[in-house]
């Protein structure tokens, strides 16, 4: 019989008195018992309304079934059949959003903890798997992929499952993407990164580090020189945004990415880096994303007082509900329905590490009311007149989203993008160019680890069918 407890296991936490001042994983896991009871929540139902919410249409019920008998190999190599990176998913997808959305069990409590199940099946293989995964019968065929982040790395094992000879060029020292630069200690350790992409490895998929597709060598070259007869683009949305308000050249002012650079690949957090991070007394995040929650968590642990400043009202934030509660649990303040219009600064002649254009010792900002929808559906922030007022910082990171960068399209002939610089390309990735394909953030803009495995997988299959005709 099911277990029809309306409400799902809590997951174990760190205090968050504690967690604040370390970069150790804020959830701690569930134990095997715990594991057996939620999965007993599942109603196993025939129509499977859950499979339909996961991007990568992972085989839900059956899994779940496994773990519910306490088969917890058997429930990781189901979820594998169609993850690439289950241990990544399990901690950072938005289930709510997708799988858990469509959850039966959640018209009359909570939803079954689908990605909380995920994780633990991965984690019980990670620790407990003995035999590597047997690497496929070489098809004959070489593929090329540029950026080992989620999308490039789904691609690559996709193919690799199939046979084919994969080589993945990374621009940066590690394979990963957004999972290693951008993505806190405290919710995806990297030790975690390390092993999907080794398991990568023993399928057989090459990865060229310090490889900037664009400057060390082109697509072209890559098709007509090095004999890749397909190409995959999962080169993610990098470039920062910033609001074009006075002040943005001051010393203390980051963007998120280079912020978030530093502290997760740099390991600028830990005593003796040699990335340099500031250290700052009072920190203002703006924007109120996934990002922007993890800037400011980072900045907490890093001992600064942190406002979250965003120009909507708190219904409206972006990032996930999960990550807004750490945060405020973690005592990092949100000040809704601001927005900054000028970023002030002071010039100190005595210090010489003063930089000429000064540094931050604060914002102005005003008050803001909520109009009409705009195109997003959501309602328009309105200055209020006569609100300005002042917060004393010396440090503001700009969380505000990300675009591509323009390199490989510069770099490409007759690749077709975007006016905003995103890649063109069909619902299968096909790009413009033959035997190019791209998917992820590339193409669709700064979205969600998920989505871009979905369109990473969605590539390898087309280009399966491209070249095995």
Sequence with gaps: ???????????????????????????????????????????????????????????IPDFIARM????????????????????????????????????????????????????????WHNTHALKQPQRPAPNGHRVAVIGSGPAGLTCAG??????????VFEALHLAGGVLVYGIPEFRLPKSIVQQEVDTLKELGVKIETNMVVGRSVTIDELKEEQGFEAVFIGTGAGLPKFMGIPGENLKGVYSANEFLTRINLMKAYQDGSDTPIQRARRVAVVGGGNVAMDAARC???LGAEVTVVYRRSEAELPARAEEVDHAKEEGIVFKTLTNPTAILGYHNPDDPRDPKNGSVRGIRCVEMALGEPDASGRRRPIVKEGSEFELELDCVIMALGTSPN???????????????????????????????YAGGDAVTGAATVILAMGAGKTAAQAIHEALSK
């Design 299 to 301: 900045a907490k642990r």
């Design 1 to 59: 019989m099911p277990n029809m407890r309306p409400d799902k296991n809590p997951m174990p936490h760190q205090d968050p008195q504690v967690r604040a001042g370390n970069f150790g994983e804020v959830a701690l896991g569930y134990t095997p018992e715990q594991a057996v009871d939620e999965a007993r929540r599942c109603l196993n139902c025939k129509h499977r309304p859950c499979v339909s919410g996961c991007p990568v249409r992972i085989n």
């Design 158 to 167: 996709d193919l690799a499952k199939k046979g084919y000879d994969v080589t």
């Design 68 to 123: 519910a008998q306490g088969d917890f190999e058997g429930a990781y190599q189901i979820i594998a059949r169609d993850s690439a990176l289950p241990a990544v998913c399990g901690r950072v997808c938005p289930q709510e959003n997708q799988c858990e959305a469509k959850c039966v069990r959640g018209v009359k409590g909570e939803a079954v903890a689908i990605g909380r199940l995920e994780r633990f099946a991965a984690d």
């Design 406 to 436: 323009p390199l490989i399209k510069s770099t490409t002939q007759g690749l077709d993008t975007e006016k905003w610089g995103g890649i063109l390309a069909d619902e299968h990735g096909l790009t413009s160019r033959e035997g190019v």
